[in-house]
């Protein structure tokens, strides 16, 4: 009976790390899920709000723009992973992959930190503009896939 347990706790744990280590090989998507814009705005949706929502939107659209500008030459969007692009999903690919996203990652956290640290003395209608322009990065971004 101990044996049965044993064999059965053991095929579960061999199981869980065959899905594990599938999990870990997949294929990444190259750009972030997380980084879509979910609204744009016009200058009287921005200047119709206080400053701590302006200061949120800018700081989201700096991440979308750092976190998509260095893919461009990939994709535009998320979803499209290294074996889209028929690079080859090496370990060594991977590693290289996690290690950009890593240092992306650090580079947004000071960033944002910054940016809660002084932005709030931004005067708001170059904070208005500002945001306008981001948003206009990201729309010229999303049309630009449309031509490849």
Do not use: C, W
């Amino acid at each position: 009976m101990k044996m049965k347990i044993i064999l059965l706790s053991f095929s579960f744990f061999l199981i869980a790390s065959i899905g594990f280590a599938q999990k870990t090989n997949a294929p990444k998507s190259i750009i972030s899920e997380k980084v879509a814009i979910k609204k744009y705005h016009n200058k009287e949706e921005l200047e119709g709000m206080q400053k701590g929502q302006l200061l949120t939107l800018y700081i989201e659209r700096i991440e979308s723009l750092v976190k998509t500008l260095p893919y461009i030459a990939f994709a535009t969007k998320p979803g499209v992973t290294m074996t889209t692009l028929g690079i080859p999903n090496t370990n060594d690919n991977r590693k290289i992959l996690d290690s950009q996203f890593e240092a992306t990652s650090d580079f947004v956290e000071a960033t944002i930190e910054f940016q809660h640290s002084i932005l709030p003395y931004s005067d708001t209608r170059n904070l208005i503009g500002a945001i306008l322009f981001y948003e206009e990065i990201m729309k010229s971004l999303h049309e630009y896939s449309e031509f490849h």
